[in-house]
């Protein structure tokens, strides 16, 4: 079985703070993952993506992503805040069985951005 | 510029009313997407095609159909038997149908019961 769970629905934090959205993963083979961006009433941005590469995974806009296979998790971080980052994050977990490919969707975690 | 279109903006369905929404994109993309997003949930997949003329069902299928006879377009049909359209639904693509692969988002479209 394949799941993905975000651990915050809701993140605050205050301008040039650091940030940190969590996700924690199931998946029986090995995994790709990604995180996405939604701004209100537009589509998802793709900000990083693991596939087994570099375990430290650098995105757009300061963020970065650092896979832990021992603790099956797939945070995203941000060193510092800024107003523009306050949005909805989603986690998403893929894996390949070796008949059919499954994606799934983390619930999301809105972060605002306070100042 | 390259992207993908979603048409329109927002929907409104009468009861026992069929409506379409409209994807298209011009990435060059073989495969496209759809999924819906309700609040306070991630997004589930209705239908995906991973090249023209071939479709699958995914998590959510019932209620909806899709068609995909030409590259650049995947029209979503909601039909009367979704008991529950109210929703956002983004339509998305991406180079090939390997889900490792990143997926291009259109701007989605508000669906909403009269």
């Known amino acids: 079985a394949q799941s993905v769970t975000q651990l915050d629905s809701h993140v605050s934090v205050s301008e040039g703070t650091p940030v940190l959205l969590r996700c924690n993963y199931s998946?029986?083979?090995?995994?790709?993952l990604f995180w996405y961006v939604q701004h209100p009433n537009k589509g998802l941005q793709l900000l990083l993506k693991?596939?087994?590469?570099?375990?430290l995974v650098k995105g757009i806009n300061g963020f970065e992503a650092e896979f832990k296979k021992s603790e099956t998790s797939f945070h995203l971080t941000k060193p510092s805040a800024h107003m523009s980052d306050a949005a909805e994050y989603f986690c998403v977990v893929t894996s390949y069985t070796g008949t059919a490919s499954k994606l799934t969707f983390g619930t999301g975690t809105r972060l605002q951005v306070t100042l | 510029d390259g992207g993908i279109t979603q048409s329109p903006k927002y929907l409104f369905r009468k009861e026992g009313q069929n409506v379409t929404l409209s994807c298209e994109q011009n990435l060059n993309h073989d495969a496209m997407y759809w999924y819906r997003q309700d609040p306070g949930q991630g997004l589930r997949l209705i239908y995906y095609s991973q090249i023209v003329n071939d479709f699958q069902k995914g998590d959510i299928a019932e209620g909806y159909s899709v068609s995909r006879e030409k590259k650049e377009s995947f029209p979503l049909t909601v039909t009367s038997a979704q008991k529950n359209p109210t929703a956002f639904y983004l339509c998305?693509?991406?180079?090939?149908?390997?889900?490792?692969?990143?997926?291009?988002f259109g701007d989605g479209t508000r669906l909403s019961i009269l």
């Open positions: 998305a693509s991406s180079i090939d149908g390997r889900f490792n692969q990143p997926q291009h």
């Open positions: 998946s029986s083979y090995s995994p790709s």
């Open positions: 693991y596939t087994s590469a570099a375990t």
